[in-house]
């Protein structure tokens, strides 16, 4: 593959709710400092120094990265929910990689040419929010830009003819779930391929959405520079990460409910979409059901671990316990979506009367109904073969993660045991909270 630096090509090639968020901490916790660690799941990963090196050089660029007028101007036009202070910030805003941000290369290998990363992230809260996405994205780029090198964007990008481009992979997907009816966003930033790789993969939907006669739509895109660049909404509301830094500063007892409440006073009127997972769905199901007015204000939930078919059933008795119409609260699915499991997922919505859609074309309505809807990341943007077989190649299974405020440490207890994180004693300490057993 051709070698350069891969820096991000805005400071807006990142995900929409690193700015909801950012905006948020501003808000209640400015003067808040964090920390933040990266984690490989994948153990059998290793990097070369090279790549170590190349990461290392893009990551000291960072800092030239600045928000443009055009890009102000169509934030504040775009994103009504962000305030003139706000983007006054974010006009201001730098990244400082010497201060923030520290790696080291641990080699394994005999001869010290290969081995593992160590990345930690420290400052302001407020500042050092924004480096987990371009961190990882381009971390995913360096990987495959210097250690695993065989494959190529053969069934990616298509072919020119008659000055049309035809994108074949991407395309081929979002029309198939066009087809169905399905509502979905490209959520692929984290865990791109490449910028390349997310530009054609947005591109393709884009087009597929003006070819396919369908019920169904493209929302839009978590990246908000691509969605700048392509006309589009960037979507996203809230991640783990608010909830796990609120509960390390103002207490575990009812996270859930001081999280939603602290974004709401924020954001009463818009991008109130729970992540549920966050100390457990359960845990998060009590706190949701005890207060009616608050989960008739909110307007969904996000499902991002364990299984969504168990959610799903899950959601409707919640729903149905407070006597809310389900199919008037929006789902959206995110966690290792492909176009299988998305249909599924959307005929189970269907039956339990969760899609909003079924309903509104069974009765012919058209407003107040939240149909269930689709955030499809790496199945998208990392979705490659190998050059010389027909084997995947494997995207990166990667995490950066707050691990603490003002030295109170942060953690996630995911509705996937396997997905757990942070300092043991207090993962241990929050099951006892919430009675999550072993």
Known sequence: MTSHLPLPRSILDTDLYKLTMQQAVLRHFPATKASYKFTLR??????????????????????????????HAWLKQTCPYFTDEYLSYLRDYRFKPKEQVRVNFVPTSTDGETGTLEIDTYGSWAETIFWEV?????????????????????????????????????????????????IFSDFGTRRRRSYETQDIVVESLVRAYKDIESKGRLSGTSNVHLAHKYNLTPVGTIAHEWFMGV??????????????????????NALLIAL???????????????????????????????????????????????GIDPSKKMIIYSDALNIDKALRLKEQANDLGLNGLAFLTRLKLTSHTKPVSFGIGTFLTNDFKKTASADVSKALNMVIKLSAVDDRPCVKLSDDLTKNTGDKDTVEMVKQIYHLGA
């Open 42 to 71: 994948d153990k059998n990963v290793v990097f070369t120094k090279q790549a170590f090196k190349t990461f290392q050089k893009t990551l000291d660029r960072f800092g030239e990265l600045a928000l443009t007028e055009s890009e």
């Open 134 to 182: 371009p961190l990882m994205a381009t971390l995913s780029e360096v990987y495959f830009q210097c250690v695993v090198t065989d494959w190529n964007y053969d069934g990616q990008k298509g072919f020119a003819l008659h000055q049309h481009t035809f994108l074949l992979l991407a395309y081929d997907k979002g029309r198939a779930l066009l087809q169905a009816d399905c």
């Open 247 to 268: 509960a390390a500063l103002k207490g575990y007892e009812d996270a859930n409910s001081v999280a939603m409440n602290l974004w709401e006073d924020v954001y009463p």
């Open 276 to 322: 549920t997972d966050t100390f457990s769905s359960e845990a998060f199901f009590k706190s949701y059901a005890s207060d009616k007015e608050r989960a008739m204000r909110w307007q969904g939930l996000r499902q991002d671990s364990g299984d969504p078919f168990v959610f799903g059933r899950r959601a409707k008795e919640v729903f149905d316990s407070l």
